[in-house]
């Protein structure tokens, strides 16, 4: 059952709906999380994250749809892989500005490269590969000025483990995205963001133990909405990939620096530094440059599968 249907600007629109609501999710986790602990914020952000799904399904009448898949253990491997990246994210987010934790998270797609060469055994040309090393020197432009503080104070050392903390979270944000793209051949949206809601409420949980702490009520509000923006981001998303392919809808993740600057000036005071602005410029760049490479190798791949098929 193949349950993809092409249309690219139907695509595109929920991408960038997706980019606008999970930027509203990460303003509210940035004004209430500083002092909570990564884990409670990510349960917090998983179990509201159900709400709008279940409304979504039960207003669609899929429940029980939903609830049926074909592929349990690619479910609870993709939900394991994005609590990991989800909390790792979240740590590096209430310590480094909003823009910089979103110019780090643009090294994704490169890793996506590396991941598909290296475990895939995909074949990577010379030409992706130049773009992923110039991409990732962006990357060491974002980042430099942050791991150099390990050598100051306290405040500085955290925002060095931020810096550390959201380069893992891209890494195991790039091993999801291969496992999401999977997932949407033969599992609906509500199917793919349901289970993943689930495992990583029920993963999260499991941090209890870790340095959890009681949060006021505003925090507590916060968290919670930011939970129901992170449901129906997901959703936006998830469809995304349905209507278009990842080479189409991909660069649009690019237009949340803009809108993650204007709210990190306006909202935090965040004011962008020539390095951060300097690399974040070099890794859009090398990750549109992958981006549009994947889907020209793509058509190439079709056009030969084609020709083999009319051949035979």
């Not at 060491?140 to 050598?151: A, S, Y």
């Not at 995205?177 to 289970?195: A, G, N, Q």
């Not at 998830?238 to 600057?261: H, K």
């Amino acid at each position: 059952m193949n349950l993809r249907q092409a249309n690219p600007m139907k695509g595109i629109f929920l991408k960038v709906a997706s980019v606008l609501v999970f930027l509203c999710m990460s303003t509210l986790i940035k004004a209430a999380g500083n002092g909570i602990a990564a884990g409670q914020i990510t349960f917090l952000r998983s179990a509201f994250a159900m709400v709008p799904i279940l409304v979504y399904l039960i207003a669609q009448g899929q429940m029980r749809d939903a609830l049926r898949t074909d592929n349990p253990w690619g479910h609870l491997g993709r939900g394991f892989i994005g609590i990991l990246a989800m909390g790792c994210g979240f740590y590096g987010l209430v310590r480094l500005p909003l823009p910089e934790a979103i110019a780090i998270n643009y090294a994704l797609p490169l890793i996506v490269v590396v991941i598909a060469a290296l475990v895939l055994k995909e074949r990577v040309g010379l030409y992706r590969w130049t773009a992923v090393l110039v991409g990732l020197t962006g990357v060491v432009f974002i980042t430099w000025p942050r791991l150099t503080l390990f050598r100051e104070g306290a405040m500085e050392t955290e925002q060095a483990m931020g810096a550390l903390a959201l380069l893992v979270a891209a890494t195991l944000g790039a091993c999801a995205m291969v496992l999401v793209r999977k997932l949407t051949e033969t599992e609906r949206t509500s199917t793919i963001v349901f289970y993943f809601s689930l495992s990583a409420s029920v993963f999260s949980l499991a941090t209890l133990p870790f340095g959890w702490s009681p949060i006021g009520f505003e925090a507590f509000g916060l968290l919670a909405l930011a939970g129901v923006c992170g449901g129906v981001a997901q959703l936006l998303l998830t469809a995304s990939y349905r209507y278009a392919d990842v080479s189409t809808i991909a660069p649009f993740e690019y237009t949340s620096i803009v809108f993650g600057i204007l709210v990190g000036y306006f909202l935090f005071g965040d004011v962008p530094t020539g390095p951060m602005l300097t690399g974040t410029i070099i890794v859009v760049i090398a990750g549109i440059f992958v981006i549009l490479r994947e889907h020209r190798l793509g058509l190439q791949r079709r056009a030969a599968r084609k020709h083999m098929t009319t051949q035979g």
